[in-house]
């Protein structure tokens, strides 16, 4: 049985916790490789329900604008990487989607554990979005994110 404590939030300035998972190909991909690069990292829930598909699609149609800006894009769910390939598949994403069915990743971003849901208390995943720096460092760190609407939020507050 999986034990969840207060969630261990970070805050921008913190050093980002690395990360090696799947991608939807089976491929690793590592934090360390966006080095030298900003990289907005967003947790969701689960691939292909509607709130996840809507913020995934989102990222997807402003996708030309962050990296002219100079931001990649990544998405993590608990998802298995076939999932993954499906949803991508199906949605025409083009960033990586990355597999955390061990929520490892989630909890050391605080983008696991309790939350509230229909006025009830549960343990599950955050929808969280961070902006990590060229060096590695919490630039932005926003927990309990909108599924819509939430992307034309960040590029408002990124000047993007």
Request: proline share 6%; aromatic share 8%; charged share 25%.
């Amino acid at each position: 049985m999986l034990e969840v404590t207060t969630n261990q939030r970070l805050s921008p300035g913190d050093t980002a916790p690395g990360f090696t998972l799947p991608d939807a190909d089976g491929k690793n991909v590592s934090l360390s490789d966006y080095r030298g690069r900003k990289v907005i990292v967003y947790f969701y829930p689960a691939a292909s329900t509607p709130g996840c598909t809507k913020q995934a699609c989102d990222f997807r149609d402003n996708l030309a604008d962050l990296d002219g800006a100079g931001i990649d894009v990544v998405g993590i769910s608990p998802d298995k990487p076939a999932k993954l390939a499906k949803f991508r598949d199906a949605e025409q994403l083009t960033f990586p989607l990355l597999s955390d069915p061990d929520r490892t990743v989630l909890t050391a971003w605080g983008a696991y554990g309790e939350k509230t849901m229909y006025g009830k208390t549960v343990v599950g995943v955050i929808r969280s979005t961070f902006l990590v720096d060229e060096a590695g460092k919490i630039a932005v760190a926003q927990y309990n994110v909108r599924a819509t609407g939430h992307v034309a939020k960040l590029r408002r507050d990124l000047s993007v």
